[in-house]
């Protein structure tokens, strides 16, 4: 059974840390490059920051860029965002996506509020 699992959201004051884990099961994780979403109340989900399968950062996402690092660990089956300096426009959903050319997986996604 095909798997992915978010957690580490929660609600942060502006200006603190979270670290969001994606756990998978089920798949060859370490073949798939991993993709960070989010989606705001209103909004369109947006791409957050991208890594390779072999732990390249491919991307981030301008707002994000010197806040938020992604990382995997293939070993333990993981992803990780970590964002740091967070902003209340950083409340959302997250969603962690794993795609190939021929695969599509995404987690539940966890909840990141920033608010004093």
């Known amino acids: 059974q095909v798997q992915l699992v978010e957690s580490g959201g929660g609600l942060v004051q502006p200006g603190g840390s979270l670290r969001l884990s994606c756990t998978a099961s089920g798949f060859t994780f370490r073949s798939f490059p991993v993709i960070w979403y989010r989606q705001a109340p209103g909004n369109e989900r947006e791409s957050v920051a991208a890594?390779?399968?072999?732990?390249?950062?491919?991307e981030y996402l301008d707002s994000v860029k010197g806040r938020f690092t992604i990382s995997r660990d293939n070993d333990k089956n993981q992803a990780y965002l970590q964002m740091n300096s967070l902003k209340p426009e950083d409340t959302a959903v997250y969603y962690c996506?794993?795609?190939?050319?021929?695969?599509?997986?995404w987690g539940q996604g966890t909840q990141v509020i920033v608010s004093s």
């Open positions: 996506n794993a795609r190939s050319l021929f695969d599509d997986y």
């Open positions: 890594i390779t399968h072999t732990g390249v950062v491919m």
